[in-house]
Each structure stands twice: as C-alpha cells, then as structure tokens.
Nanobody, 125 residues
Framework: EVQLVESGGGLVQAGGSLRLSCAAS????????IGWFRQAPGKEREGVSC???????YYANFAEGRFTISRDNAKNTVFLQMDNLRPDDTAVYYC???????????????????WGQGTQVTVSS
C-alpha cells in the first residue's frame, strides 16, 4: 500500500520556522520526484517546491530564499525546512510523489500520482 505521511506542521509566530517531513512507503522512493504543495482556505492548491530524482530542486517564487527542500533516500523521507514564515504561508501542506518525468522539477498537481493527507501550518502575526 502506497503511503505518504506528512508531519511537522503546527502553530508558529511570524518570522519563525518549521520543518515538515514526508515519510513514504509502498513504492520505490528513489524512482520518484517528490513535491510539496499547499492549499489555503478558499484558494486553489499551489506548488511550493519539488526535488527530483537527482536532487535537483525547484521553488515557487514565494518560497525562494525561505524554504529548503531535501530528500533522504535511505529513510524514504523528504523534508521542507521553512524559515522566516509569514501569515500568508498559513495553509495545509501536502507532499506528493511523481513517477512520470522523475528528473523534471514540476509542481503541477495533475502530474503527481500519490498524495499525503496534509499537515496544517498556521502562522500568526
């Protein structure tokens, strides 16, 4: 059974940091690109960051310079370090796995095969 389980969300003040984790099981993790997405109330799901099969990365403009994605293939886990958080970062954060074009750094939700249940991130002002 394929599973992606996010953790590490919570409530933090503006300017603070959180480290999200995405633990994967049930598929050959090394063969997949992993993306992070977020969805705020009343808004569409948007791509945050992606790490491809070769550790190449992509960041959305709002994440560049504040967020860092990394993967540990030995632990089947991807991390998203989020620093200098802002109130508009408040959302449910999801990780997802993509087998097609695993060397590409894409953050289009429709390209992804498996999704986690999400973890809530709330940033207070």
């Amino acid at each position: 059974e394929v599973q992606l389980v996010e953790s590490g969300g919570g409530l933090v003040q503006a300017g603070g940091s959180l480290r999200l984790s995405c633990a994967a099981s049930g598929f050959t993790f090394d063969d997949y690109a992993i993306g992070w997405f977020r969805q705020a109330p009343g808004k569409e799901r948007e791509g945050v960051s992606c790490v491809n099969r070769g550790d190449g990365t992509y960041y959305a403009n709002f994440a560049e310079g504040r967020f860092t994605i990394s993967r540990d293939n030995a632990k089947n886990t991807v991390f998203l370090q989020m620093d200098n958080l802002r109130p508009d970062d408040t959302a449910v954060y999801y990780c997802a796995a993509r087998q097609r074009n695993p060397w590409a750094v894409l953050v289009s939700p429709e390209e992804y095969d498996y999704w986690g249940q999400g973890t809530q991130v709330t940033v207070s002002s």
